[in-house]
């Protein structure tokens, strides 16, 4: 028997609450609730999913799995557990534990519920999820993806240089930290725009075109100005504080202040920039 796989397995016998299976050599136990609502006869061949139930013990499943051992897919997120780490929806009944120490040290980069991670399973004395490497992925060959097209996909790596991108038909787009506008979760989706595309790489970019910027960068210092009223960042401001605080370049931060003065949601007093109305307004 494979555990985190699918298994043809014999229905040996049933009992008052399933059924035991078989492989010839080992049994396994069925239960009522995770025969799919069919009834089983003696000697009849199944597909069963085997894994561990909550009391750490083997069972097994007529369910369908998205992922085993040896399949990998997109899982979404359940549940946030910060003590254990996220739990992701197999298809089955008991939900697919990623370990905290699968994830960003920094909880601000966990996935939140409803994001998206590239899985397989990894048998630990439990079955856990498991975040394939780069390497691992059979990824789709990039002589279908031309440059300034626009691809959809979920962060699999955050790493100091910038994050990697990979679409649902598996294609992985890296995109440097110089074109981003702001720090991204692990499993948080997004729009990528690909900027260069070489033999075994795609390059992207997460900064919207020229004539959308300065709507973009604007939505960055409201954002913030809508969480504090008011902030000391002016046009005098360091571009190293800038960059800190708003990942914006000086000539961008200035560019979008007048933005923002120009539409009348913000005003200048002193040292201060003062939010003075709602976007609607």
Known sequence: MIIGD????????????????????????????????????????????????????????LSKPIITVNRAAFLEVVDVKRSLGVFVNNGVSKDLLVSKDDLPTDYLSWPTLGDKLYLTIKVKGRLVGRRPSKNEINLAHTNTVNENDKLSGFVIQIINEGINVLTEDLHLVFVHQTQMRK???????????????????????????????????????????????????????????????????????????????????????????????????
């Open 6 to 61: 699918i298994n043809k397995l014999k229905v040996d016998r049933k009992t008052d609450i399933g059924y035991m299976l078989s492989d010839g050599n080992e049994q396994v136990f069925l239960h009522n609730n995770e025969t799919n609502h069919e009834e089983l006869r003696d000697n009849q061949m199944v597909d069963a999913f085997l894994y561990y139930d909550f009391k750490g013990r083997l069972a097994a499943t």
């Open 183 to 281: 720090s991204y979760r692990l499993g948080e989706k997004v729009d990528v725009k690909v900027i260069r595309v070489y033999e075994h790489t795609i390059n992207g970019s997460l900064i919207k075109q020229k004539e959308n910027m300065i709507e973009g960068d604007a939505g960055i210092i409201l954002d913030y100005l809508e969480d504090h009223g008011k902030m000391t960042f002016n046009n005098e401001s360091s571009p190293e504080a800038i960059m800190e605080t708003f990942k914006l370049s000086k000539k961008a931060f200035k560019r979008a202040l007048g933005h923002l003065y120009k539409e009348r949601l913000i005003t200048f007093e002193g040292e201060y920039t003062i939010f003075i109305g709602g976007k609607d307004e």
